[in-house]
């Protein structure tokens, strides 16, 4: 790949928005989820794992799940995920939260299912 090929290519990357969305970490014994949202999927994920790897997680009862289960009793997936929009002022935030909404009508907040 020549040069200036790669730079543009590099300047791409940088420009793009990260991947924003709806995710879900899943315990594949219990069925209990945490649902939720973030202007980062990846690595929100990627924050949640090693949070549980380290064991400093601030959900307690994910974590003492994760301690009980282990790490493969529990799926990372995600769930939706907001295409970038030609509007400058698009309202991300918003579309996340409306979208999260939607999502918990299915595993409500302090359901036996849910994690929060």
């Known amino acids: 790949m020549?040069?200036?090929?790669?730079?543009?290519?590099v300047q791409a990357y940088?420009?793009?928005?990260?991947?924003?969305?709806?995710?879900?970490i899943r315990n594949l014994v219990t069925g209990r989820m945490?649902?939720?949202?973030s202007n980062h999927v990846t690595g929100t994920l990627n924050r949640h794992r090693t949070e549980l790897k380290l064991g400093t997680h601030r959900n307690r009862a994910l974590m003492d799940d994760w301690r009980m289960h282990g790490e493969?009793?529990?799926a990372f997936e995600v769930l939706e995920t907001i295409d970038e929009?030609?509007?400058?002022d698009f309202d991300y935030?918003?579309?996340?939260e409306r979208r999260l909404a939607i999502w918990r009508t299915q595993l409500p907040t302090g359901s036996p299912?849910?994690?929060l």
């Open 14 to 24: 940088k420009l793009a928005l990260p991947p924003m969305g709806i995710f879900a």
């Open 93 to 96: 935030r918003g579309e996340l």
């Open 2 to 9: 020549d040069r200036a090929r790669r730079k543009k290519l």
């Open 34 to 37: 945490l649902i939720d949202q």
């Open 85 to 88: 929009r030609p509007e400058p």
């Open 113 to 115: 299912a849910s994690y």
């Open 72 to 74: 493969t009793a529990f």
